[in-house]
């Protein structure tokens, strides 16, 4: 998942690698962070409508439960731990173990309406190729969330941020590139915005 190059955390994994993320799973359910981020996900399920909705970074699939049935969802996330896990959760849905930076999009082009990235964009130190990557297979839309302030070196290694955002400002400034910027409540840790490719 795009790691920062050089940045090793303690047990000697790449930061925000599969195999890193495979080691933040049980930490997740430990602290019973499945990720069910409701305010997002009810945004996302009232303005994802009408086709088909890619989700990067799914987690434990949490966003599936708050769409209409009859919206087709797919999951990309970087850690197999994770696809298995909501494929538990969630049999209907379709869940893939890729990394959106070096798969092969061609088969993807156009495929869905809408996109959605909560908590995930931050992880990224190449964040305009993912964009450009997200933006050849979504044609409408991407619904995101990013943490509110720029990390710290703990942060870094901890948590994997590798960037943040001092407020909603900054958010508009960064994906305002790729469409109109709109923001919408959120946590007051998170900053949620919806891009309407332009």
Known sequence: MGFVPDLIAKDGK??????WWETKRQVMIDHNDLRDN?????????????????????????????LPQDVTYVGWDIAKTFVHDARKGNPNNLFLHVDILEMDLNPWRGAFKCGAAFQVLEHFE?????????????????????????????????DGHVR???????????????????????KPNHICATVDWS
């Open 126 to 158: 190449d964040l305009n190729k993912v964009m450009f990557r997200l933006r050849a297979v979504v044609t409408d839309r991407l619904i995101l969330s990013v943490p509110r302030g720029l990390p710290t070196d703990k942060d870094r290694r901890g």
């Open 14 to 19: 790449r930061v925000n690698s599969g195999e």
């Open 38 to 66: 409701r305010v997002e996900h009810t945004y996302a399920g009232a303005h994802c409508l009408g086709g088909p909705v890619l989700e990067l970074g799914f987690a434990f699939g949490m966003l599936v439960r708050y």
């Open 164 to 186: 943040g955002w001092e407020d909603e400002e900054a958010v508009i400034k960064t994906f305002s590139v790729w469409g109109g910027v709109s923001c919408w409540g959120g």
